[in-house]
C-alpha cells in the first residue's frame, strides 16, 4: 500500500466565495472511499480540483508525488456529465470518442460494461434516460487504466435493483491498485464495500477514518455521518 493522492493547504475560491478551505487529504492506493457531505458542501468541486479540471487554487495537488495537472488528467478518470456531445450522438460513437480521448480506454472492458449495464451501441443519447445515462458514465470510466477513479454522485438515477448490482460488481472491475472514489448520499448501500469514509464539512475535511474503525466505535457508517452533521444542528 502505498499513498497515491495528496491534497494539502488547498483553498479553492470561486466569484469570490471559499468553497474549499485548507483541505487536507491523503490517499492510499488500492482503496474504495466514500466522500460524503451535504448538498454544497464542496465534493465536486474537490474531485474537479483533483482531476485538474478545477483550476486556480492554492495548496498543492499530487499525485504519486507529481503535481501537473496534464499527468493528473491522464491517471484520473472522474465521471463526467457528457454534456459537450448532441444528443444524437450513438453509444458507440461516445465509445469511439472516449478512445480517442484517453489512451488508457479499454474498448474489450467497454464492451463487458456497456453490456453489464444492458445499454446498446445504437441508443442515442437523447433517448438514455437519466439512470441509463449513468450506467453510461460509469462504464465509460471505469474502462479507464487509471490509477484514480472519482465517481461523482454516480448512482443518483440509477433504479435501486440495479444499483446494488453495480456496487457489487466494483470490487471486479477496479485493479487491485487502484483506488475508487465515490461521492453519495445513499450511504448505506454502499458501506459494505468501503475501505474509508472522507466527510466534508464547513469547507472542510471533517473527517477521515477507515470503515473498521467507524464500526469499531460502535456506530454504523450513517449513523458517523449522521452525528457529524447533527452536532451543527444542535448549536
Ligand atoms: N461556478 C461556481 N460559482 C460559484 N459558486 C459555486 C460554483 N460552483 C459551485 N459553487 C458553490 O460551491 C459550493 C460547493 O458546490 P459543490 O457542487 O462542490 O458541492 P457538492 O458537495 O458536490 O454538492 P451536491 O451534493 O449538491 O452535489 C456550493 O455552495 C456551490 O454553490
Redesign the pocket.
Known amino acids: 500500500m502505498s499513498k497515491l493522492l495528496e491534497v494539502k493547504g488547498l483553498t479553492y475560491r470561486?466569484?469570490l466565495?471559499t468553497?474549499l478551505e485548507d483541505v487536507n487529504l491523503d490517499v492510499d492506493s488500492g482503496k474504495i472511499i466514500a466522500l460524503l457531505?451535504e448538498?454544497?458542501?464542496?465534493?465536486?468541486?474537490l474531485m474537479r480540483v483533483i482531476v485538474g479540471i478545477a483550476k486556480h487554487y492554492q495548496g498543492e495537488v499530487l499525485l504519486n508525488g507529481d503535481g501537473s495537472e496534464v499527468y493528473r488528467k491522464a491517471n484520473i478518470a472522474m465521471t463526467d456529465n457528457l454534456k459537450g456531445l448532441s444528443d444524437s450522438t450513438k453509444v458507440g460513437e461516445v465509445e469511439e470518442f472516449y478512445q480517442k480521448l484517453f489512451v488508457d480506454f479499454d474498448s474489450s472492458k467497454f464492451e463487458q460494461l456497456r453490456s453489464f449495464m444492458k445499454l446498446n451501441n445504437d441508443m442515442k443519447l437523447g433517448q438514455l434516460s437519466r439512470g441509463m445515462r449513468e450506467k453510461l458514465e460509469i462504464a465509460l470510466t471505469l474502462s479507464r487504466e487509471a490509477k484514480l477513479y472519482l465517481l461523482d454522485?454516480p448512482f443518483s438515477g440509477i433504479d435501486p435493483m440495479a444499483r446494488k448490482r453495480i456496487i457489487n460488481s466494483i470490487l471486479l472491475w477496479k485493479s487491485p491498485d487502484s483506488t475508487i472514489v465515490i461521492?453519495d448520499h445513499f450511504v448505506n448501500e454502499i458501506t459494505t464495500i468501503l475501505d474509508e469514509v472522507v466527510i466534508?464539512k464547513d469547507k472542510k475535511i471533517a473527517s477521515h477514518l477507515s470503515a473498521d474503525d467507524i464500526r469499531a466505535k460502535g456506530h454504523s457508517i450513517e449513523e458517523y455521518y449522521e452525528s457529524l452533521y447533527a452536532d451543527e444542528g444542535a448549536e
Open positions: 470561486k466569484n466565495k468553497i457531505g448538498n454544497g458542501a464542496g465534493k465536486t468541486t454522485e461521492s466534508v
